[in-house]
């Protein structure tokens, strides 16, 4: 299990800190607020001083630390290494401590709703509901979206659908590697279908035997960045459980990087990762085939944590007819950060407009992603804005230009 730091671990880590200011250009929320306390090193004198006992808390000091996203690009530039994201996941844990017990139960109670297979199933008829009803047009056209958190939570419905259907590989392969587990997280299950159903094509049409573990559940990524280890711990227990025995697979670079953190699923593997290390049949063109521009964008999760940048690209250099492009500002967080875009919806939508802004201008006509919070976020941008980018995993791209072929 992860320890849990006390308050005596939280100031001895907090000391390691030099106060050099080399991760404050590298900080999307320092960049936007040019404010000392919104920096990785002002957040951490100010763990430190609670810690030790010279802050109390307060509204004002649980907003700066509410306002990290946790990316950890701070983490990576630091030079004397210091483990911002065990750090920040600390202070919320004591920050959690000393909530009062009925928001305690609210925000477990919001969070097991999030993590669960069925919160995600009702997610999807719910959000079918609103489109399909007429609802979203009224509430779009009534002004209430002017309520921010409201038209954080609008967008977001939007781009929730069914659960995955899964087609047969394209060209019936027989079955001679496996077996392997695919991990399928939890909102994944509403927000990215397409993803998880291309990834059993994907993996059967390589001769794999493909499994979906019914004891899977959410990796606990968002309990433990909530300042609740404990939970985390116990869900990452549960995988472990229902993963014995098989190679673990999963789409999405977040919830890869948090079940990496248990030694028993410490070889999981990340898709994109997994199938650009493979030897497969190279893919010919179609003829008269056009060339599709895709923009790549690198979630955090995949450069900061797993540290593999290349995966994505690695395996899109198999198809034919593509033109690769790095969406630009990759280095920075696009807002999504898991609850982040529900919970800070005006920076996060701030901290997404770049991204919006530079795919209108690339001409991209596809934007890739690894990571599940980071599509939906992408998505609801794109829709808002009107551009015609289609929102994809890598490996929908692979699932795709198989079935052209088959």
């Known amino acids: 299990m992860n320890a849990i730091p006390t308050a005596v671990d939280l100031a001895r880590i907090a000391d390691r800190c030099v106060r050099c200011g080399l991760c404050l250009p590298h900080c999307p929320t320092y960049r936007l607020a040019r404010n000392e306390a919104e920096s990785p090193r002002g957040r951490i004198a100010l763990i430190q001083g609670r810690a030790e006992g010279h802050l109390e808390d307060s509204p004002v000091l649980g907003d700066h630390l509410?306002?990290?996203?946790?990316?950890?690009?701070?983490?990576r530039a630091c030079p004397t290494l210091v483990p911002f994201g065990i750090l920040m996941d600390g202070a919320r844990a004591a920050s959690w401590a000393a909530k009062p017990p009925w928001r305690r139960n609210r925000d477990r109670a919001w969070l097991a709703f999030l993590a669960s297979p069925t919160g995600a199933r009702l997610s999807a008829v719910l959000a079918r509901l609103y489109r399909y009803s007429g609802l979203a047009r009224l509430v779009a056209g009534s002004g209430a979206l002017r309520w921010h958190p409201l038209a954080a939570r609008h967008r977001l419905v939007l781009q929730l659908a069914g659960p995955p259907r899964i087609n047969p590989p394209p060209g019936q392969t027989e079955t001679t590697r496996g077996p392997i587990g695919l991990f399928l997280g939890c909102i994944a299950r509403a927000a990215q279908p397409g993803a998880i159903a291309a990834s059993v094509e994907v993996l059967r049409w390589l001769g794999y035997e493909v499994r979906l573990p019914p004891g899977q559940g959410c990796c606990g990524g968002m309990h433990r960045h909530h300042g609740l280890p404990?939970?985390?711990?116990?869900?990452?227990?549960t995988n472990a459980r229902a993963f014995t025995g098989l190679t673990g697979v999963g789409i999405a670079s977040a919830c890869v990087a948090e079940l990496r953190t248990h030694p028993p699923l410490g070889e999981t593997q990340e898709i994109c990762r997994f199938l650009a290390d493979l030897d497969w049949p190279i893919i010919p063109p179609q003829p008269h085939q056009p060339l599709l521009r895709v923009a790549i964008h690198l979630p955090c999760s995949q450069r900061n944590r797993l540290r593999d940048e290349g995966a994505a690209r690695d395996l899109l250099r198999r198809l034919p007819h593509l033109e690769l492009v790095d969406l630009p500002d990759n280095a920075f967080?696009?807002?999504?950060?898991?609850?982040?875009?529900?919970?800070?919806p005006t920076l996060s939508r701030t901290l997404l407009q770049p991204k919006i802004d530079h795919l209108a201008q690339l001409g991209a006509r596809v934007v890739v992603?690894?990571?599940?919070?980071c599509a939906l976020h992408l998505a609801a941008g794109i829709q808002e804005a009107g551009l015609a980018v289609e929102v994809l995993h890598p490996v929908q791209l692979i699932a795709r230009y198989l079935n052209r072929r088959s």
Not at 66 to 75: F, K, W
Not at 230 to 237: N, S, Y
């Open 230 to 237: 404990q939970d985390a711990d116990r869900r990452l227990e």
């Open 369 to 373: 992603t690894t990571n599940t919070g």
């Open 66 to 75: 509410a306002h990290c996203l946790e990316c950890l690009a701070c983490e």
């Open 333 to 344: 967080c696009c807002g999504a950060a898991g609850t982040y875009l529900l919970e800070q």
